[in-house]
């Protein structure tokens, strides 16, 4: 069992590392060259599927976690969310009466933050259980 669960830690690792050159590549390129917009739709819908391919590997790592892993996953979980709702309705409330620079808090910019939020309730719920 320990065995399999390495292997799915790795596995998620690797999804994970994935997903994110591809997302970042795929930023980079929409953002730095001129592109026709079929195909900078096609770029922008790239990362979406290794993103669902990391999904479909954390839920399987999720599903092999004893009870107590599982516990500190579904808190981080609910952390970020959250925070990245308080972060989301924040700038909403703000954009209401000071328009914010959409270059540079557009949708794009909230997904390290999700990270990082998700980083945050990980670590306050590790530190909780261990």
């Known amino acids: 069992m320990y065995g399999k669960t390495r292997l799915r830690k790795k596995q998620t690792r ?3 590392l994935l997903w994110g050159a591809i997302y970042l590549i795929c930023l980079l390129v929409i953002r730095q060259v001129e592109l026709p917009t079929k195909a900078g739709i096609g770029i922008s819908l790239v990362p979406v599927i ?3 391919i990391f999904l479909i590997t954390i839920i399987r790592e999720v599903a092999s976690m004893d ?3 599982r ?3 579904t808190e981080a979980v609910i ?3 959250l925070l990245g709702l308080l972060l989301l309705m924040t700038l909403g409330m703000l954009d209401q009466v000071i328009p914010l620079d959409q270059k540079h808090w ?3 910019d909230m997904v390290p933050f999700m990270g990082l939020f998700y980083a945050i309730g990980w670590w306050r719920a590790h530190r ?3």
Request: net charge positive.
């Open 50 to 52: 290794f993103f669902f």
């Open 128 to 130: 909780k259980y261990s």
């Open 71 to 73: 516990k500190i996953q």
């Open 79 to 81: 952390v970020a969310f």
């Open 67 to 69: 009870e107590l892993q």
């Open 106 to 108: 557009g949708y794009l």
């Open 14 to 16: 690797a999804t994970a």
